[in-house]
């Protein structure tokens, strides 16, 4: 099997982002076909795959509205986004200042998220049920919150994407054979030895897994490459029947101190993708 070791990825995720695939690269990415149309991520996160694939022509969505606009920001106005970025000073308080005040601009909306999201407690994206990031001052003091070289970098793959605020089922309604689909939703299967839990259902109830897996199977047969990471549990294996199945093992990322971060396992589903993996 081909291996591609994550810190040869040209192009690193502009975000880190909660369920980020990016240490997980080296299983996924061999799946991918050598060859493909075009690239559909309806649940884009931090975009790990498509910044290390870099796609011609991409489709790519998300739910979270403050994290389309921030990507489209970034495609169409990365002076600008750098130079609100530049206004932000990493300090404890500079981060709850800029973290309680809402920006006026689209260019500073964006360099605020990708400003809280850098400088988090653990990287994380958190909000509370008013919709407000709640996530406190992580303490990363050496770093610098405006990578210049990272924004541009994303920037220009960026200018390849077609970028939306919609539901996956929406996203994918022009996906057609030679089309390579990546899916990654919010895994929503509570049974804490394996690290899943409960809360994320809220945002992906077990009703969108069924749709989601319906969706796929439609796309597999139309002839795309389907790729969909996913909770290993016995009740998402079997909504994927029909589809070759890896089984990927990698540290908890829940827990705050990497002490007390056990090995979990997740499932990657795959249909019509490469056949020479083993």
């Not at 076909?33 to 075009?38: A, D, I, K, Q, Y």
């Not at 945002?203 to 047969?221: N, P």
Request: one cysteine or more; glycine letters at 6%.
């Amino acid at each position: 099997m081909l291996r591609i070791e994550t810190d040869q990825v040209k192009c690193p995720p502009l975000l880190k982002w909660p369920g980020g695939k990016r240490n997980l690269l080296n299983v996924i990415l061999p799946l991918t076909p050598t060859s493909f149309s075009r690239y559909f991520e309806p649940f884009v996160g931090g975009g790990a795959l498509f910044f290390a694939l870099q796609p011609k022509k991409a489709y790519l969505s998300d739910k979270n509205s403050e994290l389309t606009h921030a990507y489209s920001q970034v495609r169409d106005r990365p002076g600008a986004v750098i130079r609100e970025l530049r206004k932000l000073r990493n300090t404890k308080k500079s981060y709850y200042i800029v973290r309680s005040t809402v920006p006026r601009s689209d260019a500073a909306r964006a360099a605020r998220l990708i400003y809280l999201v850098t400088l988090a407690f653990n990287g994380i994206y958190r909000v509370n049920l008013k919709g407000e990031f709640n996530v406190p001052y992580g303490y990363k003091t050496h770093v610098d919150p405006c990578d210049e070289e990272r924004i541009s970098r994303a920037s220009d793959l960026l200018k390849r994407a077609v970028i939306r605020d919609q539901d996956f089922e929406e996203a994918l309604s022009t996906a057609t054979r030679g089309d390579l689909v990546y899916l990654d939703p919010p895994y929503t299967v509570a049974h804490g030895n394996n690290g899943f839990i409960k809360y994320n259902a809220k945002i992906f109830s077990w009703e969108d897994q069924v749709r989601l897996a319906h969706v796929a199977k439609k796309l597999a047969g139309k002839g795309c490459t389907v790729i969909v990471s996913n909770a290993d549990h016995f009740s998402i294996r079997n909504l994927y029947t029909g589809f070759a199945t890896a089984t990927l093992e990698r540290n908890s990322v829940i827990a705050a101190s990497s002490d007390f971060r056990s090995r979990v396992t997740e499932c990657v589903f795959y249909a019509g993708a490469r056949t020479d993996v083993e």
